[in-house]
């Protein structure tokens, strides 16, 4: 039997995420592992994120980078529905390829409802399966696997850290309303190896990467969307950075974190941050401007983020109605000396997010 997209054209599918419920808080905000590695299918909207750098295994500068992105959120159907067909959750995936040397991107998108063994989430731990997409947690490592136009990549990538708990021991703040919150953790500082397969070539490859994994009822508020960075630093930090716009491009909301090893994870107040744009990139295609080079501020010091090139967003319109930006980026110091890398994410660029 094949397995089909649900038959929901555009509007609806928007409709159907702007029309989640609101946001009811929590009784435990603890996160407790390894049960909130996996799935929390009552929660209106959950996302795991993993993004990363390819390189040869010798070392050297980034050749590629890479994004494998789960949403998983309520379906139409009701829970007790007697058929094991039913669209109890739907699952949607978006990846991407990018080629840093041929400044070429590649993406694809899907959204299908839960099938036993083919598309599911699983509870207390992450397994995470859209067909052939697959994101999976092993001890300290996890494992993805997915492909998209011209290529396929396998990759196991592992931390002995414990994971960074955003915000406030994991109860990350998205608004000054008490209800506006989201749980995220990240694991960042992710190494391991690679199998990319491009254009009919297979490579061997080390890998460096970062996962995200939150759940919310209320993400937005009355904001139109995003802009967010997670970067690995070469000397083993790790800066996340992040802000709420409101439509008429005002900041929202904001935070932030920073890993230093030898010392405890450090969370930022939204007055400790400031992210100022630098440059904008006009797509064709859509006509959206985003920013692509930022002056950031907070207390890991003054820095810049550059994208590795511009032409990488992505119209996942097909799937969750979203069009954002999303790419490999380049961390410099006040003089211009690079200190890392990883990837920056934009959105509500173009219509705001069919989120709650």
């Given amino acids: ?17 702007a029309a989640l419920p609101l946001p009811v808080r929590a009784a435990a905000t603890e996160l407790r592992f390894p049960a909130d590695f996996g799935a929390h299918p009552r929660q209106a909207i959950e996302w795991w994120y993993l993004t990363g750098l390819l390189s040869d295994l010798d070392g050297g500068p980034p050749r590629f980078g890479y994004q494998l992105t789960f949403f998983r959120i309520p379906g139409p159907a009701a829970d007790d529905h007697p058929s094991g067909l039913a669209a109890r959750q739907l699952l949607l995936g978006h990846v991407a390829l990018s080629d ?3 400044r070429r991107q590649r993406h694809a998108q899907r959204l299908m409802r839960g099938l036993p063994g083919a598309v599911y989430t699983t509870v207390g731990d992450c397994r995470v399966k859209l067909r052939d997409w697959l994101l999976q947690r092993r001890g300290t490592s996890y494992r993805a696997a997915f492909t998209g136009p011209g290529f396929s990549l396998d990759l196991e990538v592992l931390t002995p850290l414990p994971p960074l708990l955003q915000g406030e021991a994991g109860l990350s703040r ?7 919150f989201s749980f995220y953790y990240s694991r960042p500082q992710l190494t391991g190896a690679a199998t990319l397969e491009v254009d ?3 490579l061997a490859l080390g890998a460096k990467g970062w996962l995200d994994h939150e759940w919310s009822d209320n993400v937005l508020g009355d904001a139109v969307g995003w802009d967010w960075l997670g970067v690995n630093l ?58 692509v080079e930022w002056r950031l501020q907070s207390p890991a010091g003054e820095m810049r983020l550059a994208a590795f090139f511009d032409e990488q967003e992505i119209d996942a319109r097909r799937s969750s109605g979203l069009v954002y930006w999303e790419g490999a980026a380049r961390l410099f110091d006040t003089s211009n000396r690079p200190l890392g890398a990883g990837y920056l994410e934009l959105t509500g660029y173009v219509g705001k997010l069919p989120l709650p």
């Avoid at 609806?12 to 995420?17: E, F, I, K, V």
């Fill in 1 to 17: 039997m094949s397995v089909r997209p649900l038959p929901l054209p555009l509007p609806r599918r928007a409709l159907l995420l």
């Fill in 100 to 102: 840093l040397g041929a």
């Fill in 174 to 180: 998205k608004g000054p309303q008490p209800e506006q």
């Fill in 200 to 202: 009919g070539r297979k």
């Fill in 234 to 291: 070469d000397d083993g930090r790790a800066l996340t950075l992040f802000q709420l716009r409101h439509a008429d491009g005002r900041r929202s909301f904001a935070g932030g974190s920073l890993r230093t090893p030898g010392q405890p994870d450090r969370s930022f107040a939204p007055q400790e941050v400031q992210m100022t744009p630098l440059r904008h990139w006009t797509s064709p295609a859509t006509g959206a401007r985003w920013p």
